[in-house]
């Protein structure tokens, strides 16, 4: 008996100097539908906090994506009776941030190695914010439009995973 207790020892002392950082498969990554992990490593480098920080709080941390996509419109102006052409630009910038459901992942003894991200909970923001001049217009009554020259692009980044502690977003590590 006290060999098996001697055996059950050694591998928990074992598994707690390997077991307090994620396993090598586990990286932080974050699907589409807002699935996925992140290491308790990565949390920790967003956050700045040691190890024992960390299991002290993982339960108030919270999770979101934040994105970020540019819709530039151009369109161009001419001055009647003039070949005088002005071209016009303006950039509508959309920000959306969504809240992800998650759970910390835990060894047997409790300790956190990561979180889970369970997708989206429905919280989330959103902004619009217009840089330039209204689509469409022109600087006076004296241009006009030019017919057909509108173009528009849209420009979307890849959502930037954070960690949220006390109402504040700590952006996670990339790969």
């Known amino acids: 008996m006290y060999k098996v207790i001697a055996a059950l020892a050694a591998l928990a002392a074992a598994g707690v100097s390997i077991g307090l950082v994620a396993p090598a498969w586990a990286a932080t990554q974050l699907h589409e539908d807002g699935t996925g992990f992140v290491t308790g490593a990565d949390a920790r480098a967003a956050l700045g906090w040691d190890e024992e920080t960390l299991q002290a709080n993982a339960a108030s941390l919270e999770f979101v994506a934040e994105s970020e996509s540019v819709t530039e419109i151009s369109w ?10 002005l071209a016009q630009r303006t950039d509508l910038v959309i920000t959306e941030t969504r809240g992800i ?26 902004s619009a914010v217009p840089e330039g001049p209204a689509p469409h217009s022109c600087p006076d009554p004296a241009w006009a439009l030019v ?9 979307k980044g890849e959502p930037v995973l954070a960690v949220v502690h006390g109402g504040v977003q700590h952006p996670v590590p990339a790969g």
């Open 76 to 85: 161009e102006c001419v001055r009647p009776g003039t070949s005088e052409v």
């Open 101 to 126: 459901a998650s759970t910390p992942s835990r060894l047997w003894w409790r300790a956190v190695v990561g979180f889970r991200l369970e997708g989206f909970d429905g919280r989330g923001a959103s």
């Open 147 to 155: 017919p057909e020259s509108s173009r528009t692009v849209e420009q």
